[in-house]
C-alpha cells in the first residue's frame, strides 16, 4: 500500500514562490511516475505536472510551464513542485499522485495513489 503526504503549502502574494513536496512510502519509489494537480474552489481536478520514476522525463500543463519545476529524490522518496511567479489563479489545493503506468498515463488523470492535499492560497 502506497502512502503520500503533502506539505508545504500555505499562503503567498502573487509573484511570490512556494516548494511543495510529498513524501512516499509502502512501495519501491523509482517504480513509480508521480504527479501534482490541484483542484481550484468550483473546478475539477487538472493535472499540473508529472516526473518519471528515474527522474528522466516531465510533463507540464501549459499553465505551469516555464513557471513550475518538478523534481524527485529517490534517495530519500519525496517529489517536489517548486512554484514561481505564482498567481492568483493558481490557488488550489494541490494533490500529489503516484502511478505505475508512466508519465503518460499520469498526464491524463490516471494516479493510482493519491494523498490527502495541502492549500495553496495566492492572494492579489
Known amino acids: 500500500q502506497v502512502t503520500l503526504a503533502e506539505a508545504g503549502g500555505g499562503q503567498v502574494q502573487a509573484g511570490g514562490s512556494l516548494r511543495l513536496s510529498c513524501r512516499f512510502s509502502?512501495?519501491?519509489?523509482?517504480?513509480?511516475?508521480m504527479g501534482w494537480f490541484r483542484r481550484a474552489p468550483r473546478k475539477e481536478r487538472e493535472f499540473v505536472a508529472t516526473?518519471?520514476?528515474?527522474?528522466?522525463?516531465?510533463s507540464y500543463s501549459d499553465s505551469a510551464k516555464g513557471r513550475f519545476t518538478i523534481s524527485r529524490d529517490n534517495a530519500n522518496p519525496t517529489v517536489f513542485l517548486q512554484m514561481d511567479s505564482l498567481k492568483p489563479d493558481d490557488t488550489a489545493v494541490y494533490y500529489c499522485?503516484?502511478?505505475?503506468?508512466?508519465?503518460?498515463?499520469?498526464?491524463?488523470?490516471?494516479?493510482?495513489?493519491w494523498g490527502r492535499g495541502t492549500q495553496v492560497t495566492v492572494s492579489p
Open positions: 499522485a503516484a502511478s505505475p503506468f508512466g508519465i503518460e498515463a499520469m498526464a491524463t488523470g490516471r494516479g493510482d495513489y
Open positions: 509502502g512501495r519501491t519509489f523509482s517504480t513509480y511516475a
Open positions: 516526473i518519471s520514476g528515474n527522474g528522466d522525463s516531465t
